[in-house]
């Protein structure tokens, strides 16, 4: 239903120039939830959010941010997301505070001051120091204040915490799971791993402009390969294992035949049970190793 899903693209194309950067990317995030949109430098990240909030145009497609068409109605999208660019171009004569008393009045001075005060002392950010005296992890944490400020009702955060120390990371994550504790649906950007398997209940990856994949974490680790390494009481000829959908021998040494099992365990398990087995082990791969492997794909086609 529409009005439960906080964010829609379907089939949006993005050239610069000869460099085809979106190639048909299908999104849909569900209102309340922490996504992270995850894939390698290059892979269309930032493109897909900045269309999203019509800051640059798609060449084809369609978006809808929260019901609305961001290119039809572009100032009410805005209005109601908070928005992390990957760079923040930040005035460098003012000071921190300056910069969210700006970003207040765009939004039409509706900003809770007191809120703005415990994000500031959350993130440990001395608003007293003029943007161009800041590090860039302080820099980041001016552009985190303003986007959670108002309590927005989306939150589109690119690389939210780039550039950020551990805890201060840690503290990032504190901050959107409890906006996402108020009613805020999260979509952010990394490249981090650790740190999408660490807060994010479902995850999207782009590759080459193309989501490939949209899973729940925990879903994507069932969905990948897994090792598979069996002992036989006696040597076994492993051929029928062979023969088993989805299932292939990598190795095969005296009673210990080693797998790699893509998809449900249910086939093997019954062709086993034919078998003399004396152990067995699983081995699931990591989320890391989930991505890898698409990485990797990612740099052989390139
Ligand atoms: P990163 O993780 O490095 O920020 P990303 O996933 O955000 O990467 P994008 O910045 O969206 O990727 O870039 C997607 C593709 O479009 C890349 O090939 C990039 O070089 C290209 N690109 C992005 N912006 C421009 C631009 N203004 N002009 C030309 N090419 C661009």
């Not at 610069?16 to 939830?33: I, P």
């Not at 002992?231 to 062979?242: C, G, I, Q, S, Y």
């Not at 398990?269 to 699983?282: C, N, Q, S």
């Amino acid at each position: 239903m529409a009005g439960e899903t906080a964010l829609i693209t379907e089939g949006l194309e993005k050239y610069y120039g000869s460099v085809h950067a979106l190639r048909g990317v299908d999104l849909q995030v569900e209102r309340g939830g922490i996504v992270g949109f995850l894939g390698p430098n290059g892979a269309g990240k930032t493109t897909t959010i900045r269309c999203m909030l019509d800051l640059i145009r798609p060449h084809a497609g369609t978006i809808r941010v929260l019901g609305l068409d961001p290119q039809a109605d572009p100032v009410a999208v805005r209005r109601r997301v908070g928005y992390l660019p990957g760079e923040l171009n930040l005035e460098q004569n003012m000071t921190g505070e300056d910069a969210l008393r700006y970003f207040n009045q765009l939004r039409g001075n509706r900003v809770d001051w007191g809120y703005v005060r415990q994000l500031v002392d959350r993130l440990a950010l001395d608003l007293k120091v003029a943007i161009k005296n800041l590090s860039r992890g302080n820099k980041q944490k001016v552009g985190l204040v303003q986007a959670l400020m108002a309590r927005p009702e989306l939150l589109l955060l690119d690389e939210p915490t780039s550039g950020l120390d551990p805890l201060m990371q840690q503290e990032v994550y504190r901050l959107l799971r409890g906006a996402q504790a108020g009613g805020t649906t999260v979509f952010f950007s990394s490249h981090i791993i650790s740190e999408v398997d660490a807060i994010a209940e479902r995850i999207a990856i782009i590759r080459g402009g193309v989501i490939v994949e949209e899973a729940a974490p925990a879903r994507l680790i069932d969905m990948a390969m897994r090792r598979v390494r069996v002992r036989f009481k006696t040597p076994v000829d492993p051929e029928a294992l062979n023969q088993v959908n989805g299932v292939s021998v990598l190795s095969v040494d005296d009673g210990e035949v080693r797998l790699q099992v893509e998809g449900e365990m249910d086939g093997l398990i019954k062709t086993l049970a034919g078998f003399p087995v004396f152990d067995l082990e699983t081995e699931h791969p990591s989320l890391e190793e989930v991505f890898l492997a698409h990485y990797a794909n990612d740099r052989e086609e390139s």
